[in-house]
T-cell receptor, first 113, second 113 residues
Framework: GENVEQHPSTLSVQEGDSAVIKCTYS??????FPWYKQELGKGPQLIID?????GEKKDQRIAVTLNKTAKHFSLHITETQPEDSAVYFC????????????FGSGTKLNVKP | KAGVTQTPRYLIKTRGQQVTLSCSPI?????VSWYQQTPGQGLQFLFE???????NKGNFPGRFSGRQFSNSRSEMNVSTLELGDSALYLC????????????FGQGTRLTVV
């Protein structure tokens, strides 16, 4: 099955700086890559996603890049704010036939004011 | 538009008991997936239901089962509870099955004592 690895496990940045979280996947059949933000006591919230036919996608301060050849994708958050502090998960889905996501182990992002 | 609703939010059960968790997806969504989240194993896929049919199942023992009703609401059952079943159980709702955006509920925190 698919194996998704995520780095770093913790990330501390100063408010206003950028944050980058990286994930790799093993199954070349994976074609959909969402990113989730999970705050304490809440369920994961979808913040951005990318499909395998696209190399980059941006939504305001958040962007995701995908390198299919190298099988890795990254989340970029610019101008970080304290409210960006949370745990971020990357995921990969390998089929058009059903919704089964393989998640990375998570990155705890701490944005210091 | 209401989000994904999971009930109850918290449960405490004794080893050997069984438990049923409920998930109401976003209106119009027909796919419901279940995940187990633990500090040690992260987010792991349990199963997905689409139009009352189980489409895929993760690597969990047969004590874990589920079903989906005609209104797309889903239930998950765990029988003969073990201490290791203590986790946050998350339900994700999708419009369709296969490569689509999945929206999570807040989860049910199950504690087995």
């Amino acid at each position: 099955g698919e194996n998704v690895e995520q780095h770093p496990s913790t990330l501390s940045v100063q408010e206003g700086d950028s944050a980058v979280i990286k994930c790799t996947y093993s199954d070349s059949a994976s074609n959909y890559f969402p990113w989730y933000k999970q705050e304490l006591g809440k369920g994961p919230q979808l913040i951005i996603d990318i499909r395998s036919n696209v190399g980059e996608k941006k939504d305001q301060r958040i962007a995701v890049t995908l390198n299919k050849t190298a099988k890795h994708f990254s989340l970029h958050i610019t101008e970080t704010q304290p409210e960006d502090s949370a745990v971020y998960f990357c995921a990969a889905s390998e089929s058009y036939n059903f919704n089964k996501f393989y998640f990375g182990s998570g990155t705890k992002l701490n944005v210091k004011p | 538009k209401a989000g994904v609703t999971q009930t109850p939010r918290y449960l405490i059960k004794t080893r050997g008991q069984q438990v049923t968790l409920s998930c109401s997806p976003i209106s119009g969504h027909r796919s419901v997936s279940w995940y187990q989240q633990t500090p040690g194993q992260g987010l792991q896929f349990l199963f997905e239901y689409f139009s009352e049919t189980q489409r895929n199942k993760g690597n969990f023992p047969g004590r874990f089962s589920g079903r989906q009703f005609s209104n797309s609401r889903s239930e998950m059952n765990v029988s003969t509870l073990e201490l290791g079943d203590s986790a946050l159980y998350l339900c994700a709702s999708s419009l369709q099955t296969g490569g689509g955006e999945a929206f999570f509920g807040q989860g049910t925190r199950l504690t087995v004592v």
